[in-house]
């Protein structure tokens, strides 16, 4: 059988690294120009963003941002986290014994959820024509309904716009955190921990 020198095999490897090479060498390469512009633009785009963030965080600075909805003839601010959905009133479900205030329970997601509403707990008026929401706030099992007569909207108040809390002779003043006016109009910064602890009779909890 005739064998194969070694000579032979080494010419056959180089000639196929240098086809190899060739093959390479006539495939388009990226121009360093258009490196650069790619990396202009991811620069830009980051300063872009960089700037965007700067400005949220400097407007979080300068204003107080809630959301605000109506309820029991009050107008009410929450934290823009202490809410977790909104929905048309839904079937409620009875509760003998709840304490005053509380409506009845609803069923979220596999959950219980008391409804509270304002009106029966401070004997307020509501507009009879007005259209009834649920407004859960907290999550989970710390989760308590609210019946409001609004869609809850985003509000910004700057710090001059906050108003004495002496001002305000409603009883659910005992439960607010701040209180700003917009025009003729007062909003109550509420602090749903303890106006929920108070209602329930239970001690807040504190992390």
Known sequence: MAQISSSTQKIDIEALKAQIDAEIATRPQPKSLTLAIDVEALKAQVDAEIAARLLIEADSARYVHRRGFHAGG???LLNLD???EVVEMPPLFR???APGGIKGLVNRHGRVVPVMDLSSLYGTRTDI????????CGRGDEAVGLVVDSLPERKKFAQSDEVNLLEITHPIASFAKAVYREG???WIDLDTEAFFASVFQVEPLHV
């Open 74 to 76: 009050l107008k009410l």
């Open 129 to 136: 024509a007005a259209k009834l929401w649920l407004l859960v």
């Open 95 to 97: 509760l003998p014994g």
């Open 184 to 186: 003729q109009e007062v």
């Open 82 to 84: 202490a809410t977790s």
